[in-house]
């Protein structure tokens, strides 16, 4: 439930954050939750506080009908595997072995894609620990990804930490909530750069 407002707000702040007012409309924005079970506490708060219900369009994607913004709700155990083998792969427990390599074996004719590779790197990282202790990784994850790989080495060897990479992850998870909060407070960019210690490129980035 909380989750489900924090979200909100980021949509709402996104929505507000511009030089004109409506700027953009609520209605051109979106919202999707992916879960791997129905989130039944959530969806019954929803009901009886914001009288918003979810309305199964297809086997495991049901639209939240009943607030201007609209959204969807997906809940992965149900999706089709041929169909949705990206979407069911949202998630940060994917096992090392068939699972990863029959994804990557999936990916690799849209390797080129923009839209499909802006996806396996979020996947990549949610679960980088299982594809960088993988043994036998196989050879298309090293070439789809190397570059990839070789960065987050880099960054664990500069900074001589055990945890580099897992820690690495957690700290722009960090840094980009204080931003977002500094933000929401009316902070201006330059103050907001200042405060963090990162350049003002950095800031803009993580805003948009």
């Known amino acids: 439930m909380n989750d489900f407002y924090k979200v909100y707000g980021y949509a709402c702040f996104y929505q507000s954050n511009t030089n004109r007012v409506r700027e953009i409309e609520p209605t051109e924005i979106t919202i999707t939750f992916v ?10 708060h929803l009901k009886e506080v914001r009288v918003i219900r979810a309305e199964c369009h297809y086997k495991g994607v049901y639209y939240l009908k009943g607030d201007a913004i609209p959204m969807q709700l997906l809940i992965t155990h149900e ?14 427990n994917l096992r090392a ?22 996806v396996m790197d979020l996947i990549t990282r ?7 202790v993988e043994e036998k990784m196989c050879d298309a994850l090293r ?3 190397a570059d990839e ?7 664990a060897r500069r900074t001589g930490r ?3 990479l897992e820690q690495g992850l957690e700290e ?15 902070r201006s960019e330059e103050e907001i750069a200042g405060k963090c210690g990162v350049p003002l490129e950095r800031v803009r980035e993580v805003l948009e």
């Open 35 to 44: 879960c791997n079970h129905y989130p039944r506490e959530m969806m019954k």
């Open 79 to 92: 999706l089709t595997q041929e169909e949705n083998c990206r979407l069911q792969s949202l998630r940060m």
């Open 97 to 118: 072995g068939k699972e990863l390599s029959d994804l990557i074996t999936k990916y690799e004719p849209y390797k080129d894609s923009k839209d499909y590779a802006a």
């Open 126 to 132: 949610a679960n980088w620990k299982e594809m960088e």
């Open 143 to 145: 070439e789809l990804f």
């Open 149 to 155: 790989m070789e960065k987050e080495r880099e960054k």
């Open 162 to 164: 055990q945890e580099g």
């Open 172 to 186: 722009g998870l960090a840094l980009a909530k204080l931003i977002f909060r500094l933000s929401s407070e009316g």
